[in-house]
């Protein structure tokens, strides 16, 4: 399929790496569209996905000598669309079906032969398709895994590489997910209202998964995964834009952007953890936050109340305007977290509210917090619950027993870097 039988004018063929390049870029931003616009034509999304990865294939062999086209994510959904085509008259499919798609190619010929392809404009499609991704027949993995593909556009050697798995597990995912799907019958639309707000949580709990495994990776040598963050902020206000009456999708998005705010002072020049109060706050992106805030307002003006994201981001807000650790509102992040630990109880959330605790009345009462944590078994192997005591038994002047902490803390701990730092707590060489 050339750029000519389009009616494009295409940008001048700029050479096979550039070209690889520019399908790459194209794919990122306009794959959840392209997928959506074809699962809706021909019923069957995974199908679909294979029809939009057969246009990429061409796009590689064409654009280098051809050129880019102008409107490339339409020559995509084209040449997708015109194969669809092809796959049903070798199959000798309905006739209803390829008038249908005919159609549908002609009436996407603007004047002059151009094909109509809004960059700006958010369809339903788009939606429909980060439901069906995040469908509940679907494991966890298998979510986060189908999210970033046919959503977010990340290639399977790309997504193994943020959850450091082999890229042949990754496919396994997709593929299986992909006949789950088809086993289930899974429709391709926006669920019934009343199932709606369950499958809302379902995707932004992919969301938050993807983001927190950038945030602070479970497992390998970099403490951080950025590049992961970007694709769950992407994504985040692609969800705003289809979803803008929904406070919490604002709310994980606040919450995304606020955090990442911290990310250049998270780590230092060797790229190992510095923690909260020790960043240069200098550091932090304050468009980031500003942004974030915005999204946390935007919550807030459609009078719903706050859930739990919402209440995430309340927290991260009052860390992101403090000048510094002491002159952080203490007692306001308290309040949050038993606000958060009512309506999505948690024995990380009290965990977190037991660090807020000490900052805002001192070691001792959070201790106890904590030690009840501990004894209930709610949090065994999770190295977070010892490093945490560790602290405050330090702060409390029981050095041995924190070092104690540390070295089991250390030892639990999947992260290379964090590991280190908890040795390093645990040797007494780092405060």
């Known amino acids: 399929m050339h750029a000519s039988a389009h009616g494009e004018t295409a940008r001048p063929a700029p050479g096979p790496g550039s070209a690889q ?20 034509m021909v019923g069957d999304f995974g199908l679909a996905e294979d029809l939009a990865q057969e246009a990429l294939v061409d796009a590689l062999q064409q654009w280098p000598t051809e050129g880019v086209p102008r409107n490339a994510g339409a020559w995509l959904t084209a040449v997708a669309k015109r194969r669809a085509v092809d796959r049903w008259r070798r199959q000798e499919r309905l006739e209803g079906r ?44 298998a979510q986060v895994a189908l999210t970033l593909r046919v959503v977010g556009g990340l290639s399977s050697e790309e997504i193994a590489r943020a959850f450091l798995v082999p890229t042949a597990t990754v496919q396994q995912r997709i593929v299986r997910a992909k006949k789950t799907l088809a086993a289930a019958n899974a429709p391709f639309e926006v669920p019934p209202r009343e199932e709606r707000a369950q499958r809302i949580g379902a995707i932004l709990g992919v969301l938050y998964l993807i983001f927190n495994e950038a945030h602070a990776a479970s497992s390998g040598p970099e403490w951080m995964r950025p590049e992961l963050s970007d694709e769950a902020i992407r994504l985040g206000r692609v969800l705003t834009a289809l979803m803008p009456q929904e406070p919490e999708v604002h709310g994980l998005l606040a919450l995304m952007e606020l955090t990442a705010a911290r990310f250049a002072a998270r780590v230092d020049r060797h790229g190992d953890p510095v923690l909260l109060a020790d960043q240069d706050r200098r550091r932090w992106d304050r468009s980031r936050i500003a942004r974030g805030r915005a999204s946390l307002a935007r919550a807030d003006a459609l009078g719903r109340g706050r859930g739990a994201y919402c209440l995430q981001a309340a927290i991260a807000e009052c860390h992101a305007v ?24 948690s024995p990380v959330v009290e965990l977190n509210r037991a660090a807020a605790v000490a900052m805002a009345t001192g070691p001792a009462s959070a201790l106890r917090i904590v030690d009840e944590l501990t004894g209930s ?3 065994r192997g999770y190295h977070l619950l010892p490093a945490t005591r560790g ?27 964090e590991r280190a730092l908890l040795k390093r707590k645990a040797s007494g060489a780092e405060k």
Do not use: K, M
């Open 21 to 40: 390049r520019a399908v790459a870029a194209v794919w990122r931003i306009e794959s959840a569209r392209i997928v959506g616009a074809l699962t809706r």
């Open 98 to 141: 390829l008038a249908l798609l005919a159609h549908d190619l002609e009436q996407e010929q603007g004047r002059g032969g151009e094909l109509l392809w809004d960059p700006d404009a958010v369809d339903d499609d788009v939606l429909r398709l980060i439901f069906i991704s995040c469908h509940p027949v679907l494991s966890r993995e």
């Open 322 to 345: 403090a000048p510094s650790v002491d002159e952080t509102d203490w007692d306001r992040v308290v309040l949050l977290y038993e606000a958060l630990g009512r309506i999505s109880p």
């Open 377 to 379: 078994g709610a949090l």
């Open 391 to 417: 602290e405050l038994l330090r702060r409390l002047g029981r050095e041995e027993e924190a070092r104690s902490e540390f070295v089991v803390a250390a030892g639990l701990a999947g992260n290379d870097r």
